[in-house]
């Protein structure tokens, strides 16, 4: 409070050469270290501020204001003490007599009755690495100019400056600067326009940094909805709390994991494609380091709409693991919307569970078939090769629903290669040879098992089912094969009753 | 010298394997016992194991073989067995037509199934 006024280095600034304001604040100061420096009173301020509470500081005292205030309303309390009682009114009297003077100095400027130099004084200490020299930001500018600046700001009065009249890089560090790019038919980029449809532009844009959640790095999720803006980014918030104490969720995890719940909770009708991840790494001066933007691709997006494949696919599985404990794990979705391949991770985890290194509450059954499919589809669709296709403009309408379709035949046929063998072990054990061809990409050897088991078998109705799937899926398709031949393994893997896979084949085919 | 590529061998297509397996279950519907079909598909299946092609081959025409001149699909088999094998001459288009057999001779059962149901 005191120390630009005792400070013993350096030119004091303009206006602390005022003689009254620096006789009132010496006053003050004087009182204050002659209360708290009294061993007599050191009992009834540690009764006031708790045993814990500095009093001083580098041989000078450690009160605030705001103590003066807490002094103040309980200076009742210690009436008996006659000596400390009038102490501490002299010192809310000094302090009184202070404020009354500065008030009068503060009048004075709001009549503008001052000078450039100490307009400059009373600026509003707002300072920012980035808008250096942006309008009230800029060092060299007084109150008035300060207080005009951020009125026309606040009103979008276009016309007031050169800043205000387009949006570029001085505003946001997003953007280009108009030099750099001078080809560019629409820069300067004039906010004239703008500013009509959305009055208060530039507070918003020039907050924008304010939004970004700090974790090492920092991020930002956009959405065209102002609501699901903030829930999601008061979400991740949270849960990278969480994910601190925790450290085993990576950011990006955690950030989706935002995303998914509050459109889960919020039920929104939203369109997943105009979701964006901002992240940046560092603002360095007038500039910010390593920016990402991260959206959601429309394809995937199709797929995340469905509330039934997105529960399937919102799931962890274990991919490692030894003695029943994970060791790591990854979560479908995750990868999913990366835009990263499926199958190898369901494959590893139905070997981890086959060898029976996780416990059985950790297989995930019913999210495998899902998963498997949807990487299926997603292999054709990037087969085609045509990023805007027919589909592409669509949005994949149909996607989830021929996925769904496609996910009640293969619970059926799970179900059956199931029903072939009447022995648990006997299933695992065909379960693993299966696995064996599918990991070495061996589709013949894998046809060939799979219709030689069919051959011995007497249940014919059943094995026609399962040939048509293997022409259909497996024998005639090169892309995804392996996907449907998965299909097979997991029904044989699981350890759940007959009741469960019925019940699946029987929901999913919409009966 | 400029570079000239031949696509001599194109990917056999889903709708000609499709027509192979009804064929094929037209065909061989007329042979034999539901029981010997059971062991042709086991004969069959071994000699794909092992890739022995021309085994798989002489097991299918002899097969064939024992139908009637008369009996159209002899012929319409035969024909349309070799138009594949001009076309699609490699390692990869022979197990995919071989195995299209083999499942289409596993399907018959689905046939006669019917016919006794019904």
Redesign the interface.
Known sequence: MSQSVTRKKGKPKPHYMDSVYRNLIRMREQLINALVVDKRFKDKLQKIFGKRRKLEKNESHNLSIKDIKILEERLDNFSDDIEFYNIVRKIIEAQKELEEYLNKVWDNVKSKNINKENSVFCRIPVDSSFYKNYLFFNNSKGIFEQLEDLKNLIDGNTAYSEYLSKIDKTISKFLPSDKEFPNISYTEFQTEQLVKILPYLFVYLINFLNAFISIRKYIFFYSNDLNLTYRVNRKIKIYLDKAERNKVQTILRVTWKAIIDTLVETETEWSLEDLYLIKYEQVSEQDIIGVEYIGIQKLQASVLKDDTLRDALNRYIPIKASDKKIEKQVWILEEFIKNKPLLPNLISHVRIYLADRIRRNDYAGKSLIYASIVDARMRDLKKDNKVFGEEFFERYVELPERIKEEASWSFSMAKAVRNLFEDQNKRRSYANLLLTTIRRNNKYRFVNILLKTLSEKKERVNNINIIGFIFSKILSNDTSWKNYAFVFVVGLASDRGEKKWRKLSLRYSGL | MEKVEFEIFR?IK?AE?REL?DLTMKTFSKIGTERSR?RL??DL?NA??TNNRKRFLWLILKNVNTLKPEDKEKSEFTKFLNDLYIEHETPENF??VA??I??GI??I??DE?GEENG
């Open positions: 990917p889903k394997l397996q059971q598909v086991y299946l794909l194991k197990e995919k195995y299209t083999v499942m596993m399907s059962d689905k199934r």
